[in-house]
């Protein structure tokens, strides 16, 4: 470092996600909100493989478009999750700076409602 420079501030690259507004947190809450992300991202991940699986293995069972649909159901699902999960790790850790409560999660509800439905629309080709 030049005579003249200035250290950069940690924190700076995280400016568009709000993060250098309070005090920073217990590295431990901040690691178990990473830990609560990845799982989210494994369950996206999942609603993928099967979204794949079920196009590229899935023929005999269904038609093109029973197929078709619910590989695409699946896969939307994948993609609401993990944007879900970012939104989600980026509240949580803006209330432990800010020190307020923690935000409900919102992927519960729709994770659960979605997976329902995909159940039941499968329940419902393979009976037919």
């Given amino acids: 470092m030049n005579k003249g420079d200035v250290p950069l501030d940690p924190h700076r690259r995280f400016r568009w996600f709000r993060l250098h507004t309070g005090a920073p947190p217990d590295p431990r809450f901040t690691l178990a909100n990473e830990r ?3 799982a989210w991202i494994r369950t996206a991940l999942a609603l993928l493989a099967g979204g794949i699986a079920i196009e590229a293995f899935s023929s005999e069972l269904f038609s093109d478009s029973a197929r078709l649909g619910l590989a695409v159901l699946l896969t939307m699902l994948a993609m609401v999750i993990s944007i879900g999960a970012f939104f989600r790790w980026l509240r949580i850790e803006q209330a432990m700076r800010l020190d307020r409560p923690i ?3 919102l992927q519960i509800p729709i994770l659960s409602l979605m997976v329902a439905a995909v159940t039941i629309l499968f329940a419902i080709l393979l009976a037919s």
């Fill in 103 to 105: 935000p409900p999660p």
């Fill in 36 to 38: 609560t992300f990845l």
